[in-house]
C-alpha cells in the first residue's frame, strides 16, 4: 500500500526558509519521477517542481526557480523541497505527487508578517 506523508510546513515570515519533507512507504523515491504541487486558499492545484527518475533532471515553476530546490534522500526514502526566500505567494497546502496522481494529506506552509 502506498503512503506519501508530507511534514515540515509552519507559519514562517517573509525570507525566511523551510524544507518539506515527504515520506513515502509502499514505493521507493529513488529513481522515480515526483513532484511537489501547492493548492493556495481559494485556488486549484499549482504545480510546483519536479525531479526526473535520473535524480539530477529538475523543473520548477517560474515563481520558484532560484528559491526552491527539490531533491530525494533516497536513504530515508524521502522527497525534498527546499523553499528559501519565501514570499506571501507561497502560501499553500504543498503535497507531493506520483506520476499516477497519487498524494499525500499535504502540509501547510503560511509565509505572513
Known amino acids: 500500500q502506498v503512503q506519501l506523508v508530507e511534514s515540515g510546513g509552519g507559519l514562517v515570515q517573509p525570507g525566511d526558509s523551510l524544507t518539506l519533507s515527504c515520506a513515502a512507504s509502499?514505493?521507493?523515491?529513488?529513481?522515480?519521477?515526483m513532484k511537489w504541487v501547492r493548492q493556495a486558499p481559494g485556488k486549484g492545484l499549482e504545480w510546483v517542481s519536479t525531479?526526473?527518475?535520473?535524480?539530477?533532471?529538475?523543473l520548477y515553476t517560474n515563481s520558484v526557480k532560484g528559491r526552491f530546490t527539490i531533491s530525494r534522500d533516497n536513504a530515508k526514502n524521502t522527497l525534498l523541497l527546499q523553499m528559501n526566500n519565501l514570499k506571501s505567494d507561497d502560501t499553500a497546502v504543498y503535497y507531493c505527487?506520483?506520476?499516477?496522481?497519487?498524494r499525500g494529506q499535504g502540509t501547510q506552509v503560511t509565509v505572513s508578517s
Open positions: 509502499g514505493l521507493s523515491v529513488g529513481n522515480r519521477y
Open positions: 525531479i526526473y527518475s535520473d535524480g539530477r533532471t529538475t
Open positions: 505527487e506520483t506520476v499516477d496522481g497519487r
